[in-house]
């Protein structure tokens, strides 16, 4: 009876982390097989994707509404997007001073 009780507290991120942890696991399988390029291509981008998101829902307080969770999200995969273009656009202008 417990265990019914436990499932129904389960929160929106706490499925949501548990489903992309399901899906990173599915990336490293695709990836790690050996027979398909197509295949192996799938299986990064999914590994990619569910890292990043694992990200942000990572750092998401697991009390909010499913609505503002997933405003969370947004704010912080935008903030992820701002951090990996600054490192893309600012990498060149290091790369001179270390000249």
């Known amino acids: 009876m417990e265990s ?3 499932k129904s507290e ?3 991120i706490d499925r949501l982390e548990a489903v992309l942890m399901a899906l990173i696991l599915l990336g490293i399988i695709l990836v ?3 027979f398909s390029v197509t ?3 799938i299986g990064l981008g999914i590994l990619v994707g569910a890292t ?3 990200i942000a829902v990572g750092n998401t307080p697991r009390d909010l509404s499913v609505g503002r969770s997933l405003l ?3 704010i912080l995969l935008a903030v ?8 893309i656009l ?3 202008y290091f790369a001179q001073i270390g000249r």
């Open 4 to 6: 019914d009780d436990i």
């Open 10 to 12: 389960r929160s929106f």
């Open 32 to 34: 790690a097989q050996q």
């Open 39 to 41: 295949v192996f291509r």
């Open 52 to 54: 990043l998101l694992q």
């Open 72 to 74: 969370r999200i947004v």
């Open 80 to 87: 992820v997007a701002l951090m990996f273009g600054l490192g």
């Open 90 to 92: 600012l990498a060149p």
